[in-house]
């Protein structure tokens, strides 16, 4: 019988006090997969993979070095733990480098009030093509839809944490996943779009063809998309990436960025940053949720806190290290993989929502844009320039009017922030829930 992974940190642990370190904590993960995938009615591909990683961070001092492997031999730990502590020896010195206090730690490190893991049987490929099928009948069921593409997947993952300052505790969460992308149109002229749907239990999982539908809807309605004027004009994010403007405004707090003075945020701790009557929060404990967790990647527990309150900025988001780079306690949002130390990262994510809902929102803009995708970014992390491609809709007197694309959102993040109206469609599944945002005065590069 194979360790387990609590054995494997415990393995690691012994194997880097022999070899010399001062201190360490060690991490073992073990993962499976399954992912099916159709193309043009036809099965693509069928993969399973499983595998198990193993990470060990050592400390000299305040130096320190990270080493991972995917072999859980005795030998392979024993040889992991002798280079790390070799690397650590010829690192250079990080006063901010370090385990956590055993007075910090996470006391309790269940995880089964969360309801990670589904405790259901993996899935077989079979029944993932089943609802890739499904999903990809109800997309070509559309009229003018050439062509889908569907991906349904599966995975489970473990992992459990160890170190010498006396923590252990480990966890597994599940995921099932489904999309769907539609194909229409020709030549130039053709057009996509998709759907998509993830949760951590099978059975909280929408009908399989109701995504297959959304996908065709949507890639049918950016038929005849054309440039939109050039002009300043206020531009509403649909829900599926109005988390994006959030999500700059999280790296701009992350405490990475602030302790290298790499952040437009760096000055505005207390200040407004978003309009008054909404508040940012952070809840890692939400149930069957995929980034919820009790304890972060050093240790410490986890629980709720506000980031913005009333639209007044409360708080970075800390790890140990950035945390002592401020002179400010860790706010337990260490996320670390195998191969490298912990980085500060948040986890479940809200932001307050509005009375209206899109289609208010749509009514109240008048003249402007609707973005449903974006690609490429132009974001300079200290200025908050911003500065990213679109497509969408045009909105002309309150109504949707024609599908768009090729154009260019221009504005100033520290502005849009503060300028931002909420709809109130956030869906309630998601780990970063933001609602549809609509933005005024933006400068648009179309025609």
């Known amino acids: 019988m194979p360790p387990t992974l609590a054995a494997l940190t415990e393995a690691l642990l012994d194997a880097a006090n022999r070899a010399g370190a001062e201190a360490a904590d060690a991490l073992a993960v073990a993962g499976s997969s399954l992912t099916v995938d159709l193309r043009q009615g036809r099965l693509e591909q069928a993969e399973r993979a499983e595998g198990t990683e193993i990470g060990l961070r050592v400390l000299i001092g305040r130096r320190q070095a990270c080493v991972s492997a995917s072999d859980t031999s005795a030998a392979t730990i024993a040889a992991l733990a002798e280079r790390a502590v070799a690397m650590a020896r010829e690192a250079p010195d990080d006063p901010t480098a370090g385990l956590a206090d055993p007075s910090q730690l996470a006391r309790n490190t269940d995880a089964t009030a969360l309801d990670l893991c589904d405790p259901s049987p993996e899935p077989t490929a ?235 929102l749509i009514a109240a803009m008048g003249t402007g844009l609707l973005v449903t995708s974006m690609i490429g970014a132009t974001i300079n992390p200290t200025t908050g320039d911003y500065s990213r491609g679109a497509a969408g809709f045009w909105v002309e007197n309150g109504r949707l009017s024609h599908a768009v694309n090729e154009c260019t959102i221009a504005g100033n993040l520290k502005d849009m922030l503060r300028r931002i109206t909420p709809a109130n469609d956030a869906r309630a599944h998601l780990s970063i829930r933001v609602p549809s945002l609509l933005v005024e005065g933006l400068t648009l590069a179309g025609s």
């Open 126 to 360: 079979a029944a993932l093509e089943a609802e890739a099928r499904a999903a990809e009948a109800a997309a070509l069921a559309a009229s003018g839809v050439s062509q889908v593409e569907t991906s349904a997947s599966w995975s489970r993952r473990e992992m459990h944490l160890a170190a010498t300052n006396g923590f252990h505790g480990g966890y597994a969460r599940s995921s099932r996943s489904l999309s769907a992308t539609a194909f229409c149109g020709a030549g130039t002229g053709m057009e996509r779009d998709w759907a998509g749907e993830a949760r951590s239990h099978a059975a909280d999982m929408p009908d399989a063809a109701g995504i297959g539908a959304l996908a065709a809807e949507r890639a049918l309605a950016r038929l005849g998309a054309v440039k939109p004027p050039t002009g300043h004009f206020p531009v509403l994010y649909d829900e599926r990436v109005a988390a994006s403007l959030i999500g700059h405004l999280l790296s701009a707090i992350n405490g990475t960025a602030i302790a290298r003075g790499a952040s437009w945020a760096a000055g505005l701790m207390g200040a407004e940053v978003l309009p008054a009557a909404l508040s940012l929060t952070e809840n890692p404990h939400r149930p069957r949720i995929g980034a919820s967790r009790p304890f972060d990647a050093e240790g410490l527990p986890t629980a709720p806190r506000t980031l913005v309150q009333d639209g007044v900025l409360q708080g970075w988001v800390l790890d140990l290290a950035t945390g002592r780079k401020l002179g400010l306690p860790s706010t337990a949002n260490a996320a670390r993989g195998t191969s490298a130390p912990p980085a500060p990262s948040t986890t479940c994510i809200d932001l307050t929502q509005g009375p209206d809902n899109r289609e208010d």
